[in-house]
C-alpha cells in the first residue's frame, strides 16, 4: 500500500457523460502527476502539479479535460463529453520532492469504460 | 526526446529461475534516472528498483538487480529465483531529474513486458 487513494476504481459511463476521478496523496506528497493507460500499453503523462500549481498539461490533455489541486493536496481529473477513445486506466503518483530522483507513488488507479 | 524500448512483449520463466526483462532507452540529457515497476493484474504501479545515471554499481534491491550499460543505454531488470507472485506486466521508465528547477521528473514508460512464471 501506497498510501495514494483513488476514487472511484472503476466508473462505467456512456458517451457524452462528464465524469471527475479523485486522487489522495499522502500529505507530504508536494508532487502530484497523473497519467493515463490504454489495455497493453505503459503509462502516458498527462499533467503535473508541484503543490496546488499545475505546472505541465501533455497535449494528450485535450480542452475535454481539467485537473484542479486546490490547497495542494487532493486532486481531481474531470473528462468532459466523454468519448470511447478515453476509455482507459487513469492513473495517479505522488512524491515528496526534495532528492534528485524520488520514487513516484502510484495509486490503485480509476478504469474508465466509456460506452 | 526521451524514449524507452521494451522489445519482449511476453516473457516465461520457470519458477525459481532467473530471468532478464530488456530495457532501452534514449536521451541527449546526460543526467537521468531510470526506474522499474511491477504492475500485477489488479492494476496498481509497483516500483521496483532505481538507477541514476552517475551510479557506479549497478542497483540491487532484493532478488531484483539492474544490469546498468550506460554506452550502450540499456538498463535490464534480473529477478533471480522466480516466484509465482513475480508474474506480472513490468516496465521500465525514465525522467529527467526533478532537482531541476525547470524538469517536471515526469516519468516515461515503455511499451512493457508481460511476464509469467511457471510452477
Known amino acids: 500500500d501506497t498510501g495514494v487513494s483513488q476514487d472511484p476504481r472503476h466508473k462505467i459511463t456512456k458517451r457524452g457523460q462528464n465524469v471527475t476521478f479523485r486522487c489522495d496523496p499522502i500529505?507530504?506528497?508536494?508532487?502530484l502527476y497523473w497519467y493515463r493507460q490504454t489495455l497493453g500499453q505503459g503509462p502516458e503523462f498527462l499533467t503535473y502539479?508541484?503543490?496546488?500549481?499545475?505546472?505541465?498539461k501533455s497535449r494528450l490533455l485535450s480542452d475535454r479535460f481539467s485537473a484542479e489541486r486546490p490547497k495542494g493536496s487532493f486532486s481531481t481529473l474531470e473528462i468532459q463529453r466523454t468519448e470511447q477513445g478515453d476509455s482507459a486506466m487513469y492513473l495517479c503518483?505522488?512524491?515528496?520532492?526534495?532528492?534528485?530522483?524520488?520514487?513516484?507513488?502510484f495509486g490503485p488507479g480509476t478504469r474508465l469504460t466509456v460506452l | 526526446a526521451q524514449k524507452i524500448t521494451q522489445t519482449q512483449p511476453g516473457m516465461f520463466v520457470q519458477e525459481k529461475e532467473a530471468v532478464t526483462l530488456d530495457c532501452t532507452y534514449d536521451?541527449?540529457?546526460?543526467?537521468?534516472?531510470l526506474f522499474w515497476y511491477k504492475q500485477p493484474s489488479s492494476g496498481e504501479m509497483i516500483f521496483l528498483i532505481y538507477?541514476?545515471?552517475?551510479?557506479?554499481q549497478n542497483a540491487t534491491e532484493g532478488r531484483y538487480s539492474l544490469n546498468f550499460q550506460k554506452a550502450r543505454k540499456s538498463a535490464n531488470l534480473v529477478i533471480s529465483a522466480s516466484q509465482l507472485g513475480d508474474s506480472a506486466m513490468y516496465f521500465c521508465?525514465?525522467?529527467?531529474?526533478?532537482?531541476?528547477?525547470?524538469?517536471?521528473?515526469?516519468?516515461?514508460f515503455g511499451q512493457g513486458t508481460t511476464l509469467q512464471v511457471k510452477p
Open positions: 503518483a505522488g512524491e515528496l520532492a526534495g532528492g534528485p530522483y524520488n520514487e513516484q507513488f
Open positions: 538507477q541514476g545515471s552517475y551510479d557506479q
Open positions: 502539479f508541484q503543490n496546488e500549481a499545475q505546472l505541465e
Open positions: 500529505s507530504e506528497h508536494n508532487r
Open positions: 536521451t541527449s540529457d546526460p543526467s537521468y534516472g
Open positions: 521508465a525514465m525522467r529527467e531529474p526533478s532537482f531541476v528547477s525547470s524538469n517536471t521528473g515526469k516519468l516515461i
